[in-house]
């Protein structure tokens, strides 16, 4: 079984800055994607980037970056020129890349202050 | 972009009433559509697995007889809560797999408020 750990419940962060959120995930695949997911207030999820395990070169959307680094098991996420629509709950999730299920962290709420 | 939809947005019944939530692929079809229950600041757990045509596979402490799933077609499912009690209150979101998307990517729908009184 996979399992997938957000070590920071809350963050805050000013407006323009950068921030930076972990996750790290245990498992056994080697096969695999790792995503983040943004739920605003509104609380429709919405994919904010997702990286294949078996690429080296870390995943990039406009002012969203990742860290992936597979030996650790670590899949950072870190928002740049924060805004404030930034502001909302992140969520790590794990997917064997064959399967169906997600798995998600229990994720960090960011707060983008003005 | 893939678009799921729920219906009703938010739903407030009596206990021991049943309720029924509808989730639909607007733009695609999805053979598994998926249901999550969150509770207030917590995250998403999996409650169940929909396959079109087949019976659904629920996650290890999640009550059949009460979470009635159905996935008739490839553009819909439902979720019906059976004799609904107020420990059922919770937002419910489902989400549809694109299995033409190349990374059969799960788009999720808004969700759906339930209330139970």
């Known amino acids: 079984a996979q399992t997938v750990t957000q070590s920071q419940p809350e963050m805050s962060v000013q407006e323009a800055e950068t921030v930076t959120l972990s996750c790290t995930y245990d498992?056994?695949?080697?096969?695999?994607?790792l995503f983040w997911y943004k739920q605003p207030p509104s609380r429709q999820m919405i994919l904010v980037i997702r990286q294949e395990a078996y690429k080296q070169q870390n995943a990039t959307e406009n002012r969203f970056s990742v860290n992936f680094q597979k030996a650790a098991k670590s899949f950072s996420l870190k928002i740049s020129d924060s805004q404030l629509g930034d502001t909302a709950m992140y969520f790590c999730?794990?997917?064997?890349?064959?399967?169906?299920?997600?798995?998600f962290g229990g994720g960090t709420r960011v707060l983008v202050k003005p | 972009g893939a678009v799921v939809s729920q219906h009703p947005s938010r739903v407030i019944c009596k206990s021991g009433t049943s309720v029924k939530i509808e989730c639909r692929s607007l733009?695609?079809?999805?053979?598994?559509m998926f249901w999550y229950r969150q509770f207030p600041k917590q995250s998403l757990m999996l409650m169940a697995t929909s396959n079109e045509g087949s019976k659904a596979t629920y996650e290890q402490g999640v009550e059949k007889d009460k979470f009635l799933i159905n996935h008739a077609s490839l553009t819909l499912s439902t979720l019906t809560v059976t004799s609904a009690h107020p420990e059922d209150s919770s937002f419910y979101i489902c989400?549809?797999?694109?299995?033409?998307?190349?990374?059969?990517?799960?788009?999720f729908g808004p969700g759906t408020r339930l209330t139970v009184l």
């Open positions: 999730a794990f997917r064997v890349a064959a399967g169906n299920k997600l798995t």
């Open positions: 733009d695609f079809q999805a053979t598994t």
């Open positions: 498992t056994s695949e080697n096969n695999y994607y």
């Open positions: 989400s549809a797999r694109d299995g033409q998307n190349f990374y059969n990517e799960q788009f």
